[in-house]
């Protein structure tokens, strides 16, 4: 009975979208095929030209890799049999401020899996309380492991993931792992799905220089519809573009929320002290430590120490997503400034490592998200300029447009695998303009991070001064640069 309501929620949500973008489509008048309309739509086009360029080569791809290239090096991983088999497997956990109800979820799937996979195993929990511990040997006893699963805590003080990861490295560097052993990183949201482990450790002896990989993503969003629906989009939307990455080996992000390393790399002192006090050196505003971010700071340290990064399409995860705020409209906006600014930190510093250490591509979407701000904002700027001064035909037009590609684009995400809904084609179109002056404002304050969850930002102690200096010169910046955006786009319309 709920899938059948769901069902026909959806049917009723899909009927509304193209109901009211026929409306649309059917006001639009004649005057939008005059000389100066076509000149606003080729004018749009020009715009997008950039933009759905990038998107389309992720696309296909993506496409190529999921259903070309990783079926065969599946298909090789399976052939190596025993001889793809890991020494052994060390599960790293880190927990904190997170309820008990997902603690004892995420554990048990780990758990689980430790003692299903078939592979000796140590669970190492990096965990502030004890109440988290008590929990833990509970769960223990009750789900009593094979002999060949042991347990490990490292107790640590609150002071951030960072410390909590770099603890439980130098816990796992003290069992002296050898050559052929692998770590998953897991965080304390994340569910386990069956398999996981077998599914993600052989590739390590299939790449020979692959230092870590990431895994599909799926959601349950203790939330509001919309904010299910954003976080479901987000993560469809990941698996393609990750899958676009994995074609050359080159995934940007090794995911917080669940990735595996070789042994030997999360025991490299370099790598440790990258993720444990990562930061930079900034022209303005100084040198700052990263709080946020460790699952970047992780991928450059293998992209600088000269490692491979993959993606496992098949192998899935569940996520139990805790949004910031009851608000949708704040709490994305939370998430965005953390994920872009965890994102900006990293770029420059990564694009100077080179094409020949990133490859072309790479570097191309490195490049990307740098200008992908201004780009993402130049189509309703435009509508709205040409709007005050020829008309609304243009605004009709402009949402016309917004709401066909939209829909498209939503329809491509079908063959991700994941479910898409009614709301995609609205949230897409949110993400872009909201985004995009997320990423605007936080492009120049790099040094502003906080945790959403553990509600802790970063306190640098600068003089008043400094502290005025870095205030006012990162207002004028985005002053000057919006102006010179805005007068730029006025002169060509």
């Known amino acids: 009975m709920d899938k059948l309501k769901a069902s026909l929620s959806q049917a009723s949500g899909w009927l509304l979208y193209l109901t009211v973008l026929m409306a649309l489509a059917l006001a639009l008048p004649r005057t939008v095929f005059t000389p100066e309309s076509r000149d606003f739509i080729l004018l749009l086009g020009v715009v997008g030209i950039w933009r759905y360029s990038m998107g389309a080569l992720h696309y296909v791809r993506g496409m190529l890799f999921l ?258 705020e009851k608000s949708f409209i704040k709490a994305s906006r939370k998430l965005m400034f953390r994920w872009y600014g965890n994102n900006l930190r990293q770029n420059a510093r990564a694009l100077r490592l080179g094409v020949n250490r990133l490859g072309g591509f790479t570097s191309l979407v490195l490049f990307d998200q740098r200008v992908s701000m201004w780009t993402s904002l130049l189509g309703p700027c435009v509508a709205i300029i040409a709007t005050i001064k020829y008309g609304f035909a243009y605004m009709l037009l402009y949402i016309v447009w917004i709401g066909l590609t939209r829909l498209i684009l939503t329809l491509l995400l079908l063959a991700s695998g994941h479910r898409i809904g009614p709301a995609y084609p609205l949230i897409l179109y949110y993400n872009q303009i909201i985004g995009a002056m997320v990423k605007v404002y936080v492009f120049f304050r790099l040094d502003q991070q906080s945790w959403t969850r553990q509600k802790t930002k970063l306190n640098r102690d600068l003089a008043s001064f400094q502290r005025w200096f870095n205030t006012w010169s990162s207002r004028t910046m985005t002053f000057s640069a919006a102006s010179v955006f805005v007068a730029a786009l006025m002169w060509v319309v």
């Open 67 to 324: 259903y070309v290239v990783f079926p065969h090096y599946r298909r090789k991983a399976k052939a190596l049999g025993s001889a793809a088999d890991p020494s052994h497997v060390y599960l790293l956990v880190t927990s904190f401020r997170i309820d008990a109800l997902t603690t004892a979820q995420v554990y048990r799937s780990v758990i689980e899996e430790a003692s299903n996979c078939g592979y000796p195993c140590t669970l190492v929990c990096s965990i502030v309380e004890l109440s988290d511990e008590l929990l833990i040997k509970n769960l223990w006893g009750r789900l009593n492991p094979p002999d060949q699963v042991k347990l490990d805590f490292v107790r640590i003080p609150g002071t951030g993931k960072r410390d909590g990861l770099a603890h439980g490295f130098r816990a796992i560097s003290r069992h002296m792992p050898d050559e052929r052993a692998v770590v998953a990183v897991i965080d304390g949201d994340t569910v386990l799905s069956p398999g996981v482990i077998r599914k993600t450790a052989p590739f390590f002896q299939l790449f020979d220089n692959l230092g870590g990989l990431t895994t599909n993503e799926y959601c349950e969003v203790r939330g509001s519809y919309i904010m299910s629906e954003w976080h479901k989009l987000r993560f469809a939307q990941r698996h393609i573009n990750m899958s676009s990455m994995a074609l050359n080996k080159r995934v940007l992000t090794l995911t917080g929320r669940m990735s595996v390393f070789r042994a030997k790399v999360i025991t490299d002192p370099g790598f440790i002290a990258d993720v444990e006090s990562d930061h930079l050196q900034h022209w303005r505003l100084g040198n700052f430590k990263f709080l946020t971010g460790d699952d970047k700071s992780s991928w450059y340290s293998l992209m600088r120490l000269g490692y491979d990064t993959f993606y496992v399409p098949d192998a899935a995860i569940n996520t139990v997503e805790h949004p910031p």
